[in-house]
C-alpha cells in the first residue's frame, strides 16, 4: 500500500518497482522518521517505496551545482541515498501505519531565487492539495523532472485519481498524443496551442491573457503553501479552507496545506501560523489578483518596479515567446529596468505596448533577445540566474534592434 496515495491501486509493473525498493530500504534500516535522498534513476518508484516505509523523501536535483547539492543535502541530512531502479528480489516488507501528519516530502524552493531551501511537507498536506485540485481524466501526462515538486505532485495526483500515468521527458506533440490531461507551466502552453486536450492544468507563474484556453484550470502556490487558489470560472478564488489576508498590499496565508517548516542542519525550523512569501496581491469580493513578489521587485532611482507587472504587458506582444524583466546595474540610479526577450519581436511593437500599457518609469529602458531565457529544471525563468548574468556581463544576448 502507498500511503499518500489512499490505497489507490498500482499499475503492477509500479507496484512491483516500489516493492522492491520497500524492500531495499527495509534492508538499509530505513522505517517512520528516516529520511531518504533520491537521486538519479527512477523517480517514482523511489518516492513511493519510501512513503511505504514511512519515511521522508528528498528528490536531488541533477542541474545543481556541487555546492547547492552539498547545501541541501546539510540541511536534509538524510540517512540514505538511492538512485537508479529498485532491483525486483524477494523478501516481505512490513506494513508501516499511515501517519498522515507525519513528514514524507523534503521539497526544496525551485532555484529561481538564490539557494535552493529544504522544506519539510506532511502526507496529509498533500492529500489536501489532491482533493482541491479534484478528480482529472486520464490519460494524464506529465512531461517534466520529478524533481520539480510540481511536476511530482501532478504524477502523484494522477495516480490517487486512478488515471493512466504517462511520464515522459520532454513535452512534444507525440508524447502528448492521446493524453486527456496535461500538467504544464507557462512556458510550455505555445507548443501545445494545436493540441487538443480536455484539461490542461497549469501552475509555477501567472499564465498571459493570450495563452488562456477553455480547458485550462490554473492554479496559483507556492512551494511553502501548496495551492493557494484556483482560477475555474475565470477569475481566481482562494481554495476552500485556506485563509488569506492582505497586510500592506503583500499576502499572508494560514493553511493546511501549508509546510510543517524548513529544515536546518537537520532540525525542523517550525512555520508560524501565518506566512507569507512576499507577493503583493489585491482581493476583491472573493477574487485574487497576484500582482508579482517582492523579490521581483527593481529599485531605479528611487522607485520601485513591478517585474511581473512589466513582463505581463510584454508578454502579448505578436512575437514573444516569453520575456523577463530585471534590473541591469547603473552607477546612479542602482538599476536600469531591462527586458530580455525570447522570440522574434519587433522592438517597436514592444515599445509601443509599453508606452500603452506602463508608467513611464516602469518602461525597460535596455531592450535584449536570448535565444533561450535561462530556466529553471521546472520551466520556469531563473530570475535571480538572469539577474547575477546581467550583473556579471555574461547573459547570452544581444541588443534587440
Same mark, same amino acid.
Given at each position: 500500500m502507498t500511503p499518500v496515495l489512499g490505497g489507490a491501486a498500482l499499475p503492477a509493473d509500479l507496484a512491483a518497482r516500489v516493492g522492491a525498493g520497500a524492500a531495499e530500504l527495509q534492508r538499509r534500516g530505513i522505517g517512520p522518521g528516516a529520511r531518504v535522498a533520491i537521486g538519479d534513476g527512477d523517480v517514482l518508484s523511489w518516492?513511493? !517505496?519510501?512513503?511505504? *516505509?514511512?519515511?521522508? &523523501? %528528498?528528490?536531488?536535483? =541533477? /542541474?545543481w551545482s556541487a555546492r547547492e547539492r552539498a547545501g541541501?543535502?546539510?540541511?536534509?541530512?538524510?540517512?540514505?541515498?538511492?538512485?537508479?531502479?529498485?532491483?525486483?528480489?524477494?523478501?516481505?516488507?512490513?506494513?508501516?501505519?499511515?501517519?498522515?501528519?507525519?513528514?514524507?516530502?523534503?521539497?526544496?524552493?525551485?532555484?529561481?531565487?538564490?539557494?535552493?531551501?529544504?522544506?519539510?511537507?506532511?502526507? !496529509?498536506?498533500?492529500? *489536501?492539495?489532491?482533493? &482541491? %485540485?479534484?478528480?482529472? =481524466? /486520464?490519460?494524464?501526462?506529465?512531461?517534466?523532472?520529478?524533481?520539480s515538486s510540481l511536476f511530482l505532485f501532478g504524477a502523484l495526483h494522477a495516480l490517487w485519481c486512478g488515471a493512466e500515468l504517462r511520464l515522459a521527458p520532454r513535452l512534444s506533440a507525440a508524447a502528448a498524443r492521446g493524453a486527456a490531461t496535461v500538467h504544464v507551466v507557462p512556458a510550455m502552453l505555445p507548443e501545445l496551442a494545436a493540441v487538443p486536450f480536455e484539461l490542461v492544468v497549469c501552475g509555477g507563474a501567472h499564465v498571459p491573457e493570450g495563452l488562456r484556453r477553455p480547458e485550462l484550470l490554473e492554479y496559483y502556490g507556492s512551494a511553502e503553501h501548496s495551492l493557494i487558489a484556483i482560477r475555474r470560472d475565470g477569475v481566481l478564488r482562494p481554495v476552500p479552507g485556506v485563509d488569506l489576508e492582505v497586510r500592506a498590499g503583500e499576502l499572508w496565508v494560514r493553511s493546511p496545506l501549508a509546510v510543517d517548516g524548513r529544515l536546518r542542519g537537520g532540525v525542523l525550523d517550525p512555520s508560524p501560523e501565518w506566512t507569507s512569501v512576499g507577493d503583493r496581491v489585491d482581493i476583491v469580493d472573493g477574487v485574487l489578483t497576484v500582482h508579482g513578489r517582492e523579490s521581483a521587485t527593481i529599485g531605479s532611482g528611487g522607485f520601485l518596479v513591478a517585474a511581473e507587472e512589466v513582463e505581463a504587458v510584454l508578454r502579448a506582444v505578436p512575437g514573444v515567446s516569453d520575456v523577463v524583466v530585471a534590473g541591469s546595474p547603473h552607477p546612479r540610479l542602482g538599476a536600469v529596468v531591462t527586458a530580455v526577450v525570447e522570440g522574434e519581436p519587433v522592438l517597436a511593437d514592444l515599445r509601443a505596448a509599453a508606452r500603452a500599457g506602463l508608467d513611464p518609469r516602469?518602461?525597460?529602458?535596455?531592450?535584449?533577445?536570448?535565444?533561450?531565457?535561462?530556466?529553471?529544471?521546472?520551466?520556469?525563468?531563473?530570475?535571480?540566474?538572469?539577474?547575477?548574468?546581467?550583473?556579471a556581463g555574461t547573459l547570452a544576448a544581444e541588443p534587440l534592434r
Open positions: 518516492f513511493l !517505496a519510501c512513503d511505504r *516505509r514511512g519515511a521522508a &523523501a %528528498l528528490v536531488l536535483e =541533477p /542541474g541541501v543535502l546539510a540541511d536534509a541530512r538524510p540517512d540514505t541515498v538511492v538512485e537508479g531502479t529498485p532491483d525486483a528480489g524477494s523478501g516481505t516488507v512490513e506494513d508501516i501505519p499511515v501517519d498522515l501528519a507525519a513528514p514524507f516530502y523534503l521539497p526544496t524552493t525551485s532555484g529561481s531565487s538564490g539557494t535552493p531551501k529544504v522544506l519539510q511537507r506532511s502526507r !496529509a498536506s498533500w492529500l *489536501r492539495s489532491f482533493e &482541491a %485540485l479534484g478528480a482529472v =481524466p /486520464g490519460p494524464v501526462l506529465v512531461a517534466g523532472p520529478l524533481s516602469k518602461r525597460p529602458r535596455i531592450w535584449l533577445r536570448a535565444k533561450e531565457i535561462p530556466r529553471t529544471p521546472a520551466g520556469k525563468p531563473a530570475r535571480a540566474a538572469l539577474t547575477a548574468a546581467l550583473a
